[in-house]
């Protein structure tokens, strides 16, 4: 299972080697992404950067490294902004009560959230970050489906590959429908292939 993380602009942006250091515990393979949230993400970041480092080379680096971010390591699964006019982390616990992340790392956690994690206090030994990259899962449409969930949410195309499918077959059928009625949900033009 993929855990989608909030990560505030703010946390890490202090020194390049934070950005390198926080941004280097995801990515798809390692089984943790960055919610690309709210959708300017990117922007504050960059804004964020600026502000701390303005005319030093740190600047250059932090967004030189911003940029290789790929979409395998920040994620967009489409989750709306929220009130621009309240400080990023009441949006994201907002949202969190709305569709839950995994966790929200930020630079301080004024509320005491047992969900909000401070970005200065990480490291891999914290039981979010410290988790099994692969589990077992039941052989169930229900259990594979919410395994790709947040994948299936961003993606544009999907290759379901099973040299046994067999759509006249109720279980393959059920995965189907499943994924299905997933990508319809997020209402975005995405082609499915199956081989």
């Known amino acids: 299972m993929i855990k989608e993380f909030a990560l505030e602009p703010d946390a890490i942006t202090s ?18 992404v960055i ?9 504050m970041v960059l804004e964020s950067a600026e502000r701390e480092h303005r005319g030093k080379v740190e600047l250059t680096k932090i967004v030189e490294r911003l940029r290789s971010l790929k979409g395998e390591i920040v994620f967009s699964a489409g ?37 909000v994690l401070v970005a200065s206090n990480l490291d891999g030994e ?14 169930t449409a229900e259990e594979i489906v919410d395994c790709i969930l947040l994948l299936l949410s961003s993606t544009k195309a999907v290759k379901l590959i099973d040299p046994y499918f067999d759509p006249c077959k109720p279980r393959f059928r059920r995965m189907l429908e499943r994924v299905l009625a997933v990508l319809r949900e997020n209402k975005a033009r995405v082609t499915l292939e199956i081989h």
């Open 15 to 32: 020194s390049y080697r934070d950005f390198c250091y926080l941004t280097e515990k995801f990515g798809v393979s390692q089984g943790r």
């Open 35 to 43: 919610s690309e949230f709210p959708s300017k993400w990117r922007r």
């Open 79 to 115: 989750r709306p902004g929220g009130d621009s006019s309240k400080d990023w982390l009441s949006r994201a616990l907002e949202e969190h009560a709305r569709q839950r992340f995994s966790a929200i790392i930020a630079r301080e956690n004024q509320t005491d959230h047992s969900d």
């Open 126 to 139: 914290n039981q979010h970050l410290n988790q099994a990259n692969q589990r077992r899962i039941a052989r």
